[in-house]
């Protein structure tokens, strides 16, 4: 061997350690500047996770962080974001974060399954779930699914739809069940007979598409809306979630109060001021449109306005409805969510009511009677 | 090799690249515009796509997405820019995932060449590893690594994806690096046995340098599959900043704005190019080793 191949070489192996090493620092660099968040003094850490990514459907919680609600009861929240594979319950048992919003039938099926977790406070008092569908399709009650192509997207979103389905006399073999995306093509492009649709969101995303035959944009007069809520099979969805075991420390149990109290604020806000309300979330990072944020933001208000019992109480009615149906409804291969009725801690409105009666000795109008929802305007791909 | 043959060389290859993309472009564009609105059915299965805007938007549409705004309060950042910066932040987390993965691989690689024991014991679950599906790893690797609190620093999401896409990166350099290791031939070693130079010094002489024809291919493969694990993870535990999380929440606008969910796909393609060039930069600095490399 000649020393200049020597030397060649050396200087290659020389060159490729600063390469890996500059990756290396650059990579150590990205991760650290994160750290070093608020400095302020003697607030409680308090983590929430959400069920998806930030969107004006957690809009309370994001305007309690925003406008110091939290801080104002010593509370310094930090608000997890969900995605596609994360279950908020599994994240709240294995203690990573303190509370989680989830949908109550879900839920119900992990304390089947021995999660120890407690609703101590029922935020969205009505569901947003409806089956839509085009006019010409003529249907306009859950017994004209019937020999229809019904969309869902499964995993625990089907049951109120199995639910109306079985109340009007359809079993899932007098339909077709197509599963359904994110997204709604599979409906605008006829797939889809009936597809299962959010109000705050896919029935917007519909409104939010040109009709090819008119050019314009599709409206509320070209759908039907199967509400479950009128069908009588709705079940409660958006609920804040605490670990059973820790509820019974008491110091945890006046964190929860002081965190429901946050968030019902939170909550008020949004209500008073959707659109500030909608521009919170933005900032917070949701990619969604204006005018769609601005639409759930408003859809939403809607599901907690005006409050029966005042915000987050839980309705003892709703909540055996909800049961009821958990456990008499039989999905495509039989099975039911529950098979027996969950433990009486699966819920309670101790904290809640504490919550409330502070927020009412407050000032603070926790029933909204006089509630009125916005009008608004959606544009082209909710922009 | 003379220089001017060498450019001639550059400039037939930049050509057939540019021309590749555009032909691929040209095939998207006269099937759109030849195909049957509906799709090509067959016995009721979809096996060309419909042609309708919604579901193949023009590609002058797709690339016109980027000069637009993202929405109103984003200011004046347009729908490119927040891809490039989303490109950054994935990139960045698939380069650490595949820095650990070939640090990983290549170290597994060393000690399963040492000894066979270690060969017979691991390299049957360095293949199983890579049959656990991704998606169901993802929440579990965020959930364990919550736990792990070390002095002021904790484990972030970031962290996780980052494992992810070792988790995939790791397995070609494994097994690429260990039939490099293998690769000298018998006569060479009885050489190196001959001169009595311990298995340290056989690995760093000899071993090693045998080893770049073969580890080279694999630290691409490699690249590529820290780029997917990094996008998929992301989509997975929704880590936001990404191109993976982009994907999702661009997805929303598939009915109303059917060219907006593909700028995010094109950053992903993109990372994967910058990814499979930037290791392409170390074949350049290993120049000297690689002459057996079928390329």
């Known amino acids: ?92 048992s294995a203690g990573d974060v303190d509370y989680a919003i989830s949908w109550v039938p879900k839920v119900l099926g992990s304390i089947e399954a021995g999660a120890k977790v407690t609703d101590v406070a029922q935020v969205f008092e009505r569901s947003a779930t409806t089956q839509i569908s085009f006019k010409d399709k003529g249907i306009a009650g859950p017994a004209d ?14 049951w109120e739809l199995f639910a109306g389905m ?67 099979t709705s079940m409660l969805q958006d609920a804040i979630w605490a670990p059973t075991d820790k509820l019974s420390d008491s110091k945890f149990a ?52 005006p409050s029966t019992g005042g ?26 969510i529950i098979t027996k009725a969950p433990p009486s801690t699966a819920y309670s409105n101790e904290y809640v009511q504490k919550a409330l009666d502070e927020l009412k000795a407050e000032g603070v109008d926790v029933m909204g009677t006089g509630f009125k929802p916005m009008d608004v305007t959606l544009k082209e791909g909710g922009a | 090799m003379t220089a001017p043959s060498a450019w001639a060389r550059f400039a037939v290859r930049a050509l057939l690249g540019t021309g590749g993309v555009l032909a691929v472009a040209g095939l998207w564009e006269a099937y759109k515009a030849l195909g049957p609105d509906t799709g090509v059915v067959v016995h009721g299965v979809v096996v060309l796509p419909r042609t309708t805007d919604m579901a193949m938007p023009h590609v002058w549409d797709m690339l016109h997405k980027f000069s637009q705004p993202v929405n109103i309060f984003s200011g004046h950042q347009t729908v490119g820019s927040a891809v490039l910066d989303a490109c950054v932040f994935s990139l960045k987390l698939a380069a650490t995932g595949w820095l650990i993965g070939v640090v990983v691989g290549f170290a597994l690689a060393v000690l399963m060449a040492r000894f066979r024991l270690a060969e017979s014991a691991m390299l049957p679950w360095i293949v199983l590893s890579q049959t656990v599906p991704l998606i169901a790893i993802a929440p579990l690797v965020r959930r364990w690594g919550s736990q792990i609190h070390i002095g002021g620093w904790t484990w972030t999401s970031e962290n996780s994806v980052a494992v992810i896409a070792a988790y995939l990166a790791f397995f070609p350099v494994a097994v690429g ?111 000297p080793y690689r002459r057996g490399e079928a390329s």
């Not at chain 1, 915000?311 to 039911?336: F, H, P, R, S």
Request: aromatic share 8%.
């Open chain 1, 145 to 158: 699914l019937k020999g229809k192509k019904v969309g869902s997207w499964g995993y625990g979103n089907e």
């Open chain 2, 177 to 287: 690096a260990l039939r490099g290791l293998r690769s000298p031939d018998a006569t060479h070693l009885d050489l190196m046995h001959a001169y009595g130079v311990g298995w340290w010094r056989g690995l760093v002489k000899l071993r090693l340098p045998a080893s770049v024809p073969y580890l080279l291919p694999a630290l691409r493969l490699a690249a590529a599959s820290a780029v997917i694990g990094t996008v998929v993870a992301e989509v997975s535990i929704g880590l936001r900043g990404g191109v993976g999380r982009m994907i999702i929440e661009y997805a929303q606008s598939a009915g109303g704005d059917p060219a907006k969910p593909w700028a995010p796909i094109f950053g992903a393609i993109g990372v994967g190019l910058v990814a499979a060039g930037a290791v392409g930069l170390i074949g350049l600095l290993l120049r």
């Open chain 1, 1 to 92: 061997m000649k020393p200049t191949s020597n030397r060649r070489r050396r200087g290659a192996i020389v060159a490729v350690l600063a390469l890996v090493l500059a990756a290396v620092l650059a990579a150590c660099g990205s991760s650290n500047d994160d750290s070093g968040a608020s400095g302020s003094k003697k607030l409680t850490p308090v983590k929430l996770q959400l069920q998806w990514v930030a969107q004006a459907q957690f809009a309370g919680y994001y305007a309690a962080v925003a406008k110091g609600y939290y801080k104002d009861e010593g509370l310094d929240v930090q608000i997890v974001e969900g995605g596609p594979d994360i279950v908020p319950i599994d994240a709240l």
């Open chain 1, 254 to 305: 006046d964190e929860t109060v002081k965190f429901i109290k946050g968030s019902i604020k939170g909550w008020v806000y949004v209500r008073d001021h959707p659109e500030d309300a909608a521009k919170i979330v933005t900032s917070a990072g949701s990619k969604l449109g204006e005018s769609h944020q601005l639409w759930m933001t408003n859809e939403v208000n809607k599901l907690i306005w």
């Open chain 1, 311 to 336: 915000a987050g109480m839980i309705d003892e009615n709703a909540w055996k409805q909800t049961v009821d149906i958990a456990l008499g409804t039989k999905n495509d291969q039989g099975k039911t």
């Open chain 1, 166 to 232: 079985q109340k009007a006399g359809v079993t899932l073999k007098d339909i077709s069940l197509v599963q359904q995306a994110f997204d709604m093509n599979g409906f605008l492009a006829g797939d889809i007979d009936a597809a299962q649709a959010m109000t705050y969101n896919e029935y917007a995303q519909v409104l939010e598409t040109k009709n090819p035959k008119t050019g314009k944009l599709y409206t509320p007069d070209d759908l039907n809306v199967i509400n479950w809520n009128d069908v009588g």
